[in-house]
């Protein structure tokens, strides 16, 4: 058996899809797929995942006015219950738009079942200041390119999936203020002759996932690579793995978690770009906006390492982020 393949035997063994309650927390791992008409083809039933027509895309006037430079603005933080609050304390669970397959991230314990890594345990945060100490939370794997979707149709309450705010975004969902500062970088073998996101990627088979930022950055300047597009970027590494792809283009923080996994592979040059990851709602929802906000002040507090955020960072991502002295500033846009 080869390095690679062994490594591949390995990730598919960490990453197997066990479903398992979480003591108080109950855990659906539910792949939100396309289906005809768009919608997901196989959420579980019931009141909490009933598809609705999004209708038009309504864009709030701070979406219109979005630039690069304010792109991670968001809502002043507010404990009160709007609308949106109230008809998750309603049904009495939180339904979280989540990934099950990034080791750091959002992943399965092989041994317990149970999702762990860093937006997960932001997730579980959000559940415990809307729901109480005992929340039920509903965590549904969804695809990069079907976290849109999801929301625009109320599949979910929000997506906590490492997921990029930019102004494209923004004219169709909403987001908190950054709670992770990532880039776009290369991954790919050790041995490679690809150094970075440059020419080195010319005549190169690159993948990333659709929808994803990679996805836009790739169509925009390729560097004479051949796009290869996936529904997740653990796909990506399975390709690069299997010999069915060069190089990845996908988001540092994700970079670093994929080469913990397989040590045959590595980042190649720096990100060129930044980007901030946020937590995404409903554009209707204003009110679990200034909420999720308001949480999110709280997980930034605390002194030094004593802060939810540090005391995350420290779990799940040093070991392979270091350096990181804390989380990115909030910015409002009121």
């Known amino acids: 058996m080869t390095r690679r393949a062994r490594g591949l035997r390995g990730l598919r063994a960490a990453l197997s899809p066990v479903v398992a309650g979480v ?31 999004p209708g ?10 979005c630039t690069k430079d304010t792109a991670a603005r968001s809502l002043r933080p507010s404990s009160d219950d709007g609308p949106a609050v109230r008809r998750i304390k309603k049904k009495g669970q939180l339904v979280v738009g989540v990934d099950q397959n ?8 092989p041994d317990s079942g149970e999702l762990e890594g860093f937006d997960i345990d932001l997730a579980r945060a959000l559940a415990r200041d809307i729901l109480g100490p005992h929340p039920k939370v509903v965590f549904l794997a969804v695809p990069t390119n079907q976290r849109i979707p999801a929301l625009r149709h109320r ?12 102004c494209a ?30 020419d080195s990627l010319r005549g ?5 996932a659709a ?49 913990a996994q397989d040590p045959t592979v590595e980042l190649k040059g720096r990100p060129f770009t930044d980007e901030a990851y946020g937590v995404a709602m409903n554009s209707g929802d204003t009110d679990l906006v200034r909420r999720v ?25 040093e070991a392979d982020m270091p350096g990181i002295s804390g989380p990115p500033t909030p910015e409002y846009t009121d």
């Open 211 to 259: 929808g994803s930022t990679g996805e836009t950055e790739l169509a925009r300047w390729p560097h004479g690579a051949k796009v290869l597009l996936v529904p997740s970027q653990l796909d990506c590494l399975v390709r690069l793995q299997l010999g069915e792809a060069d190089a990845v283009v996908t988001d540092s923080a994700l970079a670093a978690a994929q080469a």
């Open 102 to 109: 990034t080791y750091r991230w959002g992943f399965r314990d």
């Open 293 to 317: 906000n308001k949480v999110l002040d709280d997980y930034r507090g605390g002194k030094g390492a004593d802060s939810p955020w540090m005391r995350a960072y420290h779990t799940w991502l």
């Open 56 to 65: 038009p895309a309504r864009v709030p006037s701070a979406a219109a006015r």
């Open 204 to 208: 190169k088979r690159v993948c990333t």
């Open 169 to 198: 975004r923004k004219r169709q969902v909403a987001f908190s203020t950054a709670y992770f500062q990532a880039g776009q970088q290369v991954l790919a073998p050790k041995d490679s002759p690809v150094t970075a996101y440059d």
């Open 155 to 166: 599949r979910v309450d929000m997506v906590v999936r490492t997921m990029t705010i930019n």
């Open 23 to 53: 003591g108080a927390v109950a855990v659906a791992a539910a792949v939100l797929v396309p289906a005809p008409g768009g919608g997901p083809a196989d959420a579980p039933a019931g009141p909490a995942h009933r598809a609705s027509a």
